[in-house]
Every structure is written in structure tokens, then in C-alpha cells.
């Protein structure tokens, strides 16, 4: 057994020993109009608590959109987020966003209405090439994105989806060669880093801050699908926030018993005010404070620290991989925190808003849970993943005693003989690590 497959079993089994649900979501890091509607859910519609607060976190930087960004030495970051809700069926995934994203379905279906009033005054070849704006999409290929949606939505736009995976499977959907290639766009937008691409004809297509944000739910199950085909070493799976439910179980709302309107209410106007004051072409910093700066800073240092005093090896590597989009994601969480904090204490949504040391700490309270969650959520997934056959025989093979030059003998007879053990031993290493299960766990 390879010793990269004992670290993951080593520190799999330590993490089995703790609570499944161990991490609990910081509700105080809202502001208190947030927390009375994440409460009021909780209790009214039975939505577990990180649900909402997620739910909430994508509702505000799709609002936001490109038009706020926080900046520190290294560059500017937009508010986007990369949401996935982890539950069994029925958990309250779905109610969450029928209830959240109550805004964004008004807004569309505005966006919709003035498209067809539009359509109807054009011919039918002006039609075909018109692009039109839209808030949300549910459609997850990558070639729909560029042709269609970036280009006529500089502030953004959000994909909803009850189902997360109908994002994963739009990866390369398009391509005879899965490469990857999708994956990599995908990393640029999330980076808000200026897309470019030659496109048919020569044409080039360019977006010079792109922002989409990625919402949907899985079942605990099918968690290793975010994983696959080394997605985590990529760094792709990384930017995912994950939420969990308090406790594994159906939700159960009161039907006869609705929530406070009032609360619903103000978090829908603020939703739309922020979408439609804020412009498309313009980007308005959000102010970090000295005192934030400097809190922000030392989390990093003594995280950094943490990270590399841990033993095992396994979990060194993910976390350190982890960590790196979380202390993003800090910032990104802060800008959130801070607009919502200026839009309902204040009218004016462009005034100048800054992150103080309260909700830079808010913040990092949030991304802790979040870089907890990823953690728990690659675990669960190395145990679940699926092995490509030619994976599966190298550790039947492996498992049945059998060197790497025998191996090799029986898999590549046709490759010349001295090469045969080198490229076994490169596919054993490469193949442990990605599928630790298969070597040391039956396939499930």
C-alpha cells in the first residue's frame, strides 16, 4: 500500500470519530435583520440555518454583481460565490431558494416581458442575433455562457439549479475530448480575471471582468462527483462552499403558518434596489479599514501556521488548497456583510462602504465554517469515488500481490519491456492518491 493512500486512511479515520455535523453555522455573523429572517425560516418553513444563510449569501453578491469589489496588494476581488447545499431529499434545499430568490424570479420575468415586446418589433434575422439580459440561467455549457449570456450581463448573472451536477455534467459537454478546458474557464471566472477566446470565424469573444454565480444542492451521495477526474487538485472543486444541515433529516414546514411578511418584505427590496441601482459599468470599492486589514492578516498568518504544523500529510495538502480560496472567500464574504449592512441602514447604496474589524471577523467566522465543510466534504467524497476500469484492474492486480513489472507485463505487453514498470509505477502513484478507496476500500 502506497503511503500517500495510508495518510488519507490515517486521517479518514480520525475525522470518522468526530461529529458528522460538527460545524455549526455562525448565524451572528448577519446583521440582526438577517438573522430574525434566517430564524423566522428556520422555525416557520423548517430550513436548516446554513441553507438560508447561504441561500442569502449568493441572493446579495448576485445582486451586487460586478458592481463592488474589496482590494488588497494582491489585486481586486468581486463579491461571486460558488454555493453548493448538501442534504438528503427533502432536506429544504428547494424551499430555501423558493423563498430567497423570490426577487430574482420577479426581476426575470420583468427581463422576459420587455424581451418579448422587444422580439415583436424585430425581424425574424434580427431576432436570431439579438442577446438579451438576463439575472438568472439554468443551462450549464459552457459555450451557451459565452455565446449567450456574458456579453449582454456585465454585472453578472446567476445559475440556479435545483441539482448542481447539471453544472458538472455541462463540463466539456460539447467537447469529443474531455480535457479539462471548461474547468479552466470556469477558474477564470471565478477569478474575475478577463476571459478571452477565439471563437468561429475568427472572432474574438472577451469579457474583462466576468462574474457568475454557481448555486445548487446535492445528496450526500453524489458528493464525489464535485471531485472527479481530479477536479480537487485543479483547485476547481476548492471554490465551492459547501452548507450543511444541522441534522440529516426531511424538512417538515408549517403549512398554516406563515412567515413574517415584513421580514420578507424588506430583504426583497433591498435585493432590488442593489441589482437596479447599482450599474452595470461601474465598480465601486468597498474600503477595508486598518484594523480589518490588520485582523484579516494575522487569521492568515496564524492559519498559515496551523496548516503547516498539521502531520498528516493528506491532510496538508487539501487543506493548504482549501485554505487558499477560503482567504479569498473571507473577503469576498466581507464585502457582502458590509453592503448589507449599509443597505438597510442607509437609502444610499453607492455612499462609501467600508469593512470594519466587526464584520471582517463576521466574515472570517464564515469562512472558517466554509473551509471546514470543503474539508468534510472531500473526505466524504474520497470514500464514495469511482474508480475508471483501468484503475480498477491496476489495484486488482496490485492487491494480488503482484510487482510492478508483472504489471505491467499483463496490462501493456505490446509497450517495450523496460518501460512497462516505469509506467506502472507513475499510473500506481497517480491513481493512489486520486483513488485512495480502490486500493484500500472495496469500490462502492
Known amino acids: 500500500m502506497n503511503t500517500s493512500n495510508n495518510r488519507f486512511r490515517e486521517f479518514r479515520n480520525q475525522r470518522s470519530t468526530e461529529n458528522e455535523n460538527r460545524y455549526e453555522y455562525p448565524i451572528d455573523s448577519f446583521p440582526a435583520e438577517i438573522q430574525q429572517l434566517i430564524l423566522e425560516m428556520k422555525e416557520k418553513l423548517d430550513t436548516p440555518v446554513s441553507f438560508t444563510g447561504s441561500t442569502i449569501l449568493t441572493a446579495f453578491s448576485t ?119 471548461d474547468e479552466q474557464i470556469w477558474i477564470k471566472i471565478w477569478d474575475n480575471r478577463t476571459l478571452r477566446k477565439v471563437l468561429g470565424g475568427n472572432k474574438i469573444f472577451k469579457v474583462n471582468k466576468p462574474f457568475v454565480n454557481i448555486y445548487g444542492g446535492i445528496q450526500p451521495a453524489l458528493l464525489y462527483r464535485l471531485y472527479d477526474k481530479g477536479k480537487d487538485y485543479s483547485g476547481f472543486s476548492y471554490r465551492i462552499l459547501f452548507a450543511y444541515p444541522e441534522h440529516n433529516k426531511i424538512a417538515l414546514p408549517k403549512l398554516n403558518v406563515p412567515i413574517d411578511q415584513s421580514l420578507i418584505r ?60 477560503m482567504k479569498i472567500y473571507a473577503l469576498r464574504i466581507a464585502g ?66 503482484l510487482n510492478f513489472q508483472e504489471i505491467g507485463n499483463k496490462l501493456y505487453p505490446h509497450e517495450k519491456e523496460d518501460t512497462r514498470r516505469q509506467k506502472v509505477r507513475r499510473e500506481f502513484y497517480k491513481y493512489s492518491e486520486m483513488y485512495p478507496s480502490i486500493f484500500g476500500l472495496k469500490n462502492t
Not at 442534504?87 to 423570490?102: P, R, V, W
Open 266 to 325: 424588506e430583504y426583497s427590496d433591498l435585493i432590488k434596489r442593489l441589482y437596479n441601482e447599482l450599474e452595470d459599468d461601474e465598480s465601486i470599492e468597498i474600503q477595508l479599514s486598518s484594523n480589518a486589514f490588520d485582523l484579516y492578516d494575522n487569521w492568515i498568518k496564524d492559519k498559515t501556521i496551523e496548516k503547516n504544523n498539521l502531520k498528516n500529510q493528506f491532510e496538508l495538502e487539501h487543506a493548504a488548497g482549501i485554505f487558499g480560496k
Open 63 to 181: 445582486a451586487i454583481g460586478s458592481s463592488m469589489y474589496v482590494k488588497t496588494a494582491l489585486g481586486k476581488t468581486h463579491l461571486s460565490l460558488w454555493t453548493c447545499l448538501v442534504g438528503i431529499s427533502s432536506s429544504g434545499k428547494s424551499i430555501a431558494s423558493n423563498e430567497l430568490f423570490k426577487p430574482f424570479y420577479e426581476i426575470q420575468n420583468d427581463l422576459d416581458n420587455q424581451r418579448e415586446e422587444t422580439e415583436l418589433k424585430m425581424n425574424e434575422n434580427d431576432r436570431e442575433r439579438a442577446k438579451f439580459k438576463q439575472v438568472m440561467y439554468s443551462d450549464g455549457s459552457v459555450p451557451t455562457l459565452i455565446k449567450e449570456l456574458l456579453k449582454p450581463n456585465p454585472k453578472g448573472i446567476l445559475f440556479d439549479t435545483d441539482e448542481i451536477l447539471i453544472w458538472i455534467n455541462g463540463l466539456n459537454s460539447y467537447g469529443k475530448n474531455d480535457t479539462g478546458g
Open 336 to 401: 457582502i456583510l458590509a453592503v448589507i449592512e449599509r443597505g438597510y441602514a442607509s437609502s444610499d447604496l453607492k455612499a462609501e462602504t467600508i469593512i470594519d474589524a466587526e464584520i471582517m471577523m463576521k466574515a472570517i467566522k464564515l469562512a472558517d465554517y466554509y473551509q471546514g465543510t470543503a474539508m468534510q466534504s472531500l473526505i466524504a467524497a474520497r470514500q464514495k469515488q469511482l474508480a475508471p476500469p483501468v484503475v480498477i484492474q491496476l489495484a486488482n492486480l496490485h492487491k494480488k500481490g
